[in-house]
């Protein structure tokens, strides 16, 4: 797997970017609630971009994890 990623966190949601190939998904690590996480990405090639479900309150950061 090799994977070159990129993430964005707003106020309340964010997304993430990568390239490459790979399986991988988005957590958003909220301030004052569990996480959030976006659908699975099975990625053979290209670019993919998922988008997180917005939090009721802030996010702290955006994280992509391998699956």
Same mark, same amino acid.
């Given at each position: 797997?090799?994977? &070159?990623? $990129?993430?964005?966190?707003? &106020?309340?949601?964010?997304?993430? +970017? =990568? ?6 998904? !988005? $957590?958003? *690590?909220?301030?004052? +609630?569990? %996480?959030? #996480? &976006?659908?699975? !990405? %099975? ?7 998922? #988008?997180?479900? %917005? =939090?009721?309150? &802030?996010? +702290?950061? *955006?994280?992509? +994890?391998?699956?």
């Amino acid at each position: 797997m090799a994977l &070159s990623c $990129k993430t964005s966190a707003g &106020s309340t949601g964010g997304c993430a +970017e =990568c390239t490459g190939s790979g399986q991988w998904r !988005a $957590k958003a *690590v909220g301030d004052w +609630e569990g %996480d959030r #996480y &976006s659908e699975r !990405a %099975d990625q053979k090639t290209g670019t993919v971009r998922v #988008y997180l479900p %917005d =939090c009721k309150w &802030s996010i +702290e950061k *955006v994280v992509v +994890e391998l699956l």
